[in-house]
């Protein structure tokens, strides 16, 4: 099993800043996942990703598959980027995923 | 966004009854999934479907099971639902190579 480990679990940040979300894993991978979680809602895939750097609006992903490590940034933050960000492994044998806890990001205006 | 709806969104139910939880796709795709999503844990696997009839166990599996009897739809029972089983499911779809995972919407199950 790929651990999947993200950090912080907990962020707070000014409008307008840049965030930073980390992820780290154990095993090499076939993708990088990120994605997004509102409070109450649903989940949607931000990013798939097995090299390089990927960009959507303010949103980057990057992954270092010699580090093992993936970064979401967020440019400009603005309140309504409040929300969970996960990042997930896979697929794996099976087409499993491994899925990180989540870093809970507060944009304050 | 890729077709894919939960029902019902909100479930209360009593120790010891049975209850299902469906999931459906209308963008064919192969692989479904059902995760329970708990405070402290990451998103957990319970079983998935990589075909009609085709179904696997995932790391949390005991006291559910599954049923794909067409490929849009993935059924999630709970036999005889413990108040363990309170928690949030999401059904995602893809995830084969090169594609990404598409969720629903969730249901909010509470087992009293």
């Known amino acids: 099993k790929n651990e999947v480990e993200q950090s912080p679990q907990n962020l707070t940040a000014q409008e307008g800043e840049f965030i930073t979300i980390n992820c780290s894993y154990s095993?090499?991978?076939?993708?990088l996942h990120w994605l997004q979680q509102h409070p109450g809602g649903g989940i949607v895939s931000l990013f798939m990703?097995?090299?390089g750097k990927k960009k959507h609006g303010r949103l980057i992903a990057t992954i270092n598959i010699q580090e093992k490590h993936s970064s979401l940034h967020i440019t400009a933050s603005h309140p309504r980027d409040s929300a969970v960000y996960i990042c997930?492994?896979?697929?794996?044998?099976?087409?499993?995923?491994?899925f990180g806890t989540g870093t809970s990001l507060t944009v304050i205006p | 966004d890729a077709g894919i709806t939960q029902s019902p969104r909100h479930k209360v139910t009593e120790t010891g009854t049975p209850v299902t939880l469906r999931c459906h796709q209308t963008?064919?795709?192969?692989?479904m999934y059902w995760y329970r999503q708990d405070p402290g844990h990451g998103l957990r696997l319970i079983h998935y479907?990589?075909?009609?009839?085709?179904?696997d166990k995932g790391e949390v599996s005991d006291g559910y099971s599954v049923s794909r009897s067409k490929t849009e739809d993935f059924l999630l029972t709970l036999e005889s639902a413990t108040s363990s089983q309170t928690s949030v499911y999401f059904c995602?779809?893809?995830?084969?190579?090169?594609?990404?995972?598409?969720f629903g919407s969730g249901t909010q199950l509470s087992v009293l």
């Open positions: 997930a492994d896979g697929p794996n044998t099976g087409n499993q995923f491994y």
């Open positions: 095993v090499g991978i076939s993708a």
């Open positions: 990703l097995s090299s």
């Open positions: 963008e064919n795709h192969r692989y």
């Open positions: 479907s990589y075909g009609v009839k085709d179904t």
């Open positions: 995602a779809i893809g995830g084969g190579a090169n594609e990404k995972l598409f």
